[in-house]
């Protein structure tokens, strides 16, 4: 049996210290620049992360040939608590546009202090909306539902299907080992991630050579799931300091990279 993870800790999306396209523990969505200095492996550092934050076996990046039966993995991020947030409608959202130039009303609008931990995640997700696109790339974040829509329509066109993570039974138990049934659900997407934020924010993105899977996953103590997980074929516009290239100990557009997605991240397919 193959085993995919690494000890290794990585402090989410929306975490407030994120440094977004800048951060190589940016989650699943950036691709450029990232710190020379950070150890790929978080055993280098007694089991603790920059930050303290505890390292955890995780599996994070694989290689594509790892989609079998079999293969055990290491999926946390798939048991996490869902985030319940709503979208606002599309007129209210869009009286404070996510952007810098906006940020004082967007603290005072929700009462946020600048220094909170509160103002923290508003200004990462803020960040990040704002970021510029990499090569191949197509973002846009979403605070309402219709844009949510609207805009995976501008991408794909009309005939779509949304899909998420699955699972049957909630459980406590984070290793899965991956079932038969892998399949592709197809090469043009949109996934999209949920930020931290006081209401309802997608960061969506669509790059060029993605391929989407969907992963049927049993767990230890026998709870099922599907799980979602893709792969990029074209890594080559990636910055070469990239977290996944010191874990898989590859050089950009060499292989595809493949990665598992969070619990509450959606995806927009071709129909």
């Not at 599996?59 to 079998?68: G, H, R, V």
């Not at 709503?86 to 600048?114: C, G, M, V, W």
């Not at 220094?115 to 990462?124: F, L, P, R």
């Not at 038969?180 to 924010?201: D, F, Q």
């Amino acid at each position: 049996m193959h085993t995919i993870g690494e000890i290794i800790s990585f402090k989410g999306d929306a975490d407030p210290d994120n440094k977004g396209v800048n951060d190589p523990e940016f989650g699943a969505y950036s691709y450029g620049d990232d710190s020379e200095n950070l150890p790929a492996n978080r055993k280098a550092l007694g089991g603790k992360s920059i930050n303290d934050y505890t390292a955890t076996k995780e599996t994070i990046y694989f290689f594509e040939d790892a989609l079998l039966p079999g293969t055990k993995v290491f999926l946390q991020r798939l048991l996490q608590e869902s985030d319940t947030t709503k979208f606002l409608p599309r007129q209210i959202a869009e009286s404070t546009p996510l952007t810098n130039d906006e940020l004082s009303q967007i603290l005072k609008k929700f009462s946020l202090k600048p220094e909170s931990k509160g103002a923290s995640y508003v200004k990462n997700t803020v960040k990040n909306c704002e970021r510029p696109e990499m090569r191949g790339e197509t973002k846009y974040c979403a605070a309402s539902l219709e844009t949510f829509v609207d805009s995976g329509v501008s991408i794909l066109g009309k005939n779509i299907k949304l899909l998420s993570n699955e699972i049957v039974d909630e459980t406590k138990n984070p290793s899965f080992k991956i079932g038969k049934g892998v399949r592709t659900v197809g090469g043009n997407e949109v996934v999209c991630h949920k930020m931290t934020y006081p209401h309802a924010v997608y960061l969506c993105h669509s790059i060029e050579g993605t391929e989407v899977y969907k992963v049927p996953l049993v767990s230890d103590d026998g709870t099922k799931a599907k799980a979602m997980a893709v792969c990029h074929k074209d890594t080559s516009a990636w910055s070469p300091n990239h977290i996944a290239f010191k874990i898989l100990k590859v050089k950009p557009g060499t292989v595809p990279i493949c990665h598992f997605l969070g619990r509450d991240t959606l995806v927009w397919v071709s129909n």
